[in-house]
């Protein structure tokens, strides 16, 4: 088992920033493909980014709808990937989740083992 807690979300304004974070315990959280998806009031869940284990590069997987502005990272020593967000706009306002899985299909949720309970991001003046 993997247990994921997501921290950093709150209120913040059109064009700022807000760092995530996602504390893993529980297995080896190296050698897990760790993911963020987002779910905004009243819409699906949508793939946000992920990054690959370092074994195999620390690749990293953006939407389009982000790309440019997010960057996903990850620190083994800590067991966290995190989540900075830059530009937000009132359509990134959403609950944050991370995701955990041995390979987590690009774009999709395909592959997740593990959700964390999400943390809320609002975008407003």
């Known amino acids: 088992q993997v247990q994921l807690v997501e921290s950093g979300g709150g209120l913040v304004q059109p064009g700022g920033s807000l760092r995530l974070s996602c504390a893993a315990s529980g297995r080896t959280f190296s050698n897990y493909t760790m993911g963020w998806f987002r779910q905004a009031p009243g819409k699906e869940r949508e793939f946000v980014a992920r990054?690959?284990?370092?074994?195999?590069?620390?690749?990293?997987y953006y939407a389009d709808s982000v790309k440019g502005r997010f960057t996903i990272s990850r620190d083994n020593a800590k067991n966290t990937v995190y989540l900075q967000m830059n530009s937000l706009t009132p359509e990134d306002t959403a609950v944050y989740c991370c995701a955990a899985g041995r390979m987590i299909v690009a774009g999709t949720s395909l592959g997740v083992d593990y959700w964390g309970k999400g943390t809320l991001v609002t975008v407003s003046s």
């Open positions: 990054i690959s284990t370092s074994k195999s590069g620390g690749s990293t």
